[in-house]
């Protein structure tokens, strides 16, 4: 789950970790009141979920009312269009006026999970207000990383590595080592999925301030944590997506043209590789787990035909804990309801599947029954790219 600047700030906060006075604002009014009050030169930045918001003319110092009064005309209730939103962007309903900070340095720290080694990872970096993606691959050498093995978390020494990487020395060493281990504490107390400074900044004063600052948390752990299920911002997500998780069903929109349906993750990235491999583009990621029954089939189809750029629809099940000849009836029983209009090649495998290929091929309804993935995804793309369905 994703949260806002603002929110991720006010979290920050709590566990001790330096962030600059700022006010969040849900109105142009309030937008100029929070300035008048924040005193000028002060900071206005858009609050969407999304990065690169400065780049896209999203965050604005205003020197004046004047200034402030037009910045804000401009941001609020407008789209801003950055790398992360697409073309339509997202429509600006927050704005963050925070007040300006007097840039010595600009540095990076973020926390991720390491899939590789399963471990929570801190990267540090003097590039900071860059895009890291950017520095990964055209100077990963500038990305310095320490690893918090289970049960110990980060040691002393590999703080002390951390902030000699960021070229900090002396008392700001010290205070580097605090920032970073308040900033570890967070991620590792609010189940966090990612927390990333971008830019931490030192202050020609001396300290050191997120200037920026990102945070999501694992889903899958947000029960132990109902205080922050509140800061949840639905407007910021897709729709469809939004409408499967009621359903808790797995779904992220892509922009192809094949529909992807499929039980468990894993099958859907191979689902979706072997639609490119024979020169498709999958529409979505859908994974309706291990209860494939009509109704959950029903409503997987209603997402993925919410998007009108889907021309054909795979249907990719294997059949371990839900048994094929149940996702057969179920898809059977969801096709009747809905009155499908476009192609839909299916794909069973596992348990009873000799019986599900029956059920289907008795059925009165007109898909294609393919018996191997690699025919599925030949039929699925030249129905969708060329109209050819058999």
């Known amino acids: 789950m994703k949260i806002h600047e603002y929110q991720a700030k006010d979290i920050l906060n709590v566990f001790n970790v330096n962030v600059p006075r700022g006010i969040p604002v849900f109105s142009k009014d309030e937008a100029l009141n929070a300035a008048n009050l924040m005193g000028y030169p002060c900071v206005i930045k858009a609050q969407i979920h999304a990065g690169g918001r400065g780049k896209g003319g999203g965050v604005k110092v205003a020197q004046s009312t004047e200034d402030a009064e037009q910045i804000i005309d401009k941001i609020f209730g407008h789209p801003l269009v950055t790398k992360q939103t697409g073309t339509k962007g997202k429509i600006v309903n927050r704005l963050l006026i925070e007040e300006a900070v007097d840039i010595d340095r600009e540095l990076y720290v973020g926390i991720v999970i390491d899939r590789k080694t399963a471990c929570p990872v801190m990267m540090a970096s003097t590039e900071g207000g860059m895009e890291i993606e950017e520095v990964a691959g055209k100077t990963p050498e500038k990305i310095f990383k320490e690893f918090a093995l289970p049960g110990f978390g980060l040691q002393a020494y590999q703080y002390n590595r951390l902030v000699t990487a960021l070229k900090l020395e002396g008392d700001l060493a010290k205070k580097g080592i605090i920032f970073l ?96 491999l024979h020169g498709g583009e999958p529409a979505n990621f859908l994974d309706v787990g291990g209860i494939a029954s009509s109704e959950t089939v029903a409503n997987g189809f209603k997402i993925i035909l919410s998007d009108a750029n889907v021309k054909a629809v795979l249907i990719n099940i294997f059949g371990g804990i839900v048994r094929c000849d149940r996702v057969a009836q179920g898809i059977v029983d969801a096709l009747n309801s809905l009155h499908i209009k476009i192609p839909v090649v299916v794909r069973l495998e596992g348990t009873n599947a000799v019986e599900a290929r029956k059920i289907l091929a008795e059925s009165p309804l007109d898909f294609m029954i393919a018996d191997s993935l690699e025919k599925a995804a030949q039929i699925v793309v030249s129905a969708a790219n060329n109209g050819e369905y058999r």
Not at 182 to 189: A, E, G, H, P, T
Not at 243 to 263: D, T
């Open 181 to 276: 281990q308040s900033l570890y504490n967070v991620f590792r107390r609010t189940d966090a999925s990612m927390v990333e400074i971008n830019p931490l900044v030192i202050t020609k004063k001396g300290d050191i301030i997120a200037l920026d600052a990102k945070l999501n948390f694992d889903d899958n752990a947000l029960f132990r944590h109902k205080k922050y299920i509140d800061l949840r911002d639905t407007s910021e997500e897709e729709p469809s997506e939004l409408e499967a998780s009621k359903y808790k069903l797995n779904y992220i929109r892509l922009n192809g043209n094949v529909g992807c349906m499929v039980n468990g993750a894993g099958l859907a990235m191979a689902t979706m590789d072997i639609i490119k």
